[in-house]
């Protein structure tokens, strides 16, 4: 009787399972160049920077648009053919120590990237202003992306929380957007 059960609860399990919907989507994230022999202009941010945002495939589940979101700042090490490439992480929201989190409500998504546990490390030659910039680019570009086959247009919140004296005049960097809709 006991093995019938456990029979039934995995087969029940597996159709949870497989009932799961899974989307390739483009991420965009703000990547360092450390490591690299190169510097990108940012044409939104108007500076050359040995950084860049850039798009990367993933496969997600869950909660759209909020998981697009959070997925911006996870671990990326950049794939290379070189021996002498080193550096086991890009994303400059992981090195840097900026958390990232969006809830949606009825007036729109909410966007808030947490510099409490903000540092910069010696290989990164960026300001903190800098790598706020970057990331709200990425946010922008993904949402952007997310919202092309929308019929109804998206308010975007983006917050800076987590300030104390020295971070202060980040929260100048906290925005709102409004993405249209691409109706398809």
Do not use: W
């Not at 949606?104 to 808030?112: C, E, I, M, N, T």
């Not at 970057?134 to 019929?151: D, F, G, H, M, N």
């Amino acid at each position: 009787m006991k093995k019938g059960f456990v029979i039934l609860a995995g087969l029940a399990f597996a159709t949870l399972a497989s009932a799961t919907t899974i989307t390739m989507v483009p991420i965009y994230e703000p990547l360092s160049l450390h490591g690299t022999d190169g510097d990108e202009v940012i044409s939104e941010t108007g500076e050359a920077l040995q950084a860049t945002v850039m798009a990367r495939p993933m496969a997600l589940t869950g909660a759209f648009p909020e998981t697009l979101v959070g997925s911006i700042g996870t671990p990326h090490k950049i794939p290379t053919n070189n021996p002498n490439y080193k550096v086991q992480e890009a994303n400059l929201l992981v090195l840097c120590h900026i958390g990232l989190a969006a809830e949606l409500s009825a007036d729109g998504l909410h966007v808030r990237l947490d510099v409490s546990k903000l540092s910069i490390p010696s290989e990164v030659d960026l300001t903190s202003r800098q790598v706020l910039k970057l990331a709200i680019v990425a946010v922008r570009k993904t949402l952007e992306e997310y919202q092309k086959p929308q019929t109804s247009g998206l308010s975007v919140f983006i917050e800076i929380i987590g300030v104390d004296e020295s971070k202060a005049t980040l929260t100048d960097l906290s925005a709102r957007i409004r993405l249209p809709g691409g109706g398809g």
